[in-house]
Nanobody, 124 residues
Framework: VQLQASGGGLVQTGGSLRLSCAAS????????MGWFRQAPGKEREFVAG???????RYTDSVNGRFTASRDNAKNTGYLQMNSLKPEDTAVYYC???????????????????WGHGTQVTVSS
């Protein structure tokens, strides 16, 4: 299984970016996708996730600004990021696991596959 993340870049405060994560090597429609980020000197943290049933969850700091979505026909998940802030600066990772309603989306250890990460930098 391969996850190819893209869409990162440099944006000013208040700007927007859309991250994409294309999956290959396994059926996509029955998976959960999580988005995590890691800033320098900090642990990797959960940002957002979307289940195979299209349920979403967000960490408090991005709720209302970020939106996770997916297109099963394209085997791709998305993270739309609006109203970006300097504190959103980090490397963003997508992750994939088999659909598991019993395990919370933020559980980092529950994901089987990880993308390589894409840098998001928000300038003040």
């Amino acid at each position: 299984v391969q996850l190819q993340a893209s869409g990162g870049g440099l944006v000013q405060t208040g700007g927007s970016l859309r991250l994409s994560c294309a999956a290959s090597g396994r059926p996509f429609s029955n998976t959960d996708m999580g988005w995590f980020r890691q800033a320098p000197g900090k642990e990797r943290e959960f940002v957002a996730g979307i289940t195979w049933r299209i349920n979403t969850r967000y960490t408090d700091s991005v709720n209302g600004r970020f939106t996770a979505s997916r297109d099963n026909a394209k085997n791709t998940g998305y993270l739309q990021m609006n109203s970006l802030k300097p504190e959103d600066t980090a490397v963003y990772y997508c992750a994939l696991r088999s659909g598991r309603a019993s395990i919370s989306l933020p559980d980092r250890q529950s994901y089987d596959y990880w993308g390589h990460g894409t840098q998001v930098t928000v300038s003040s």
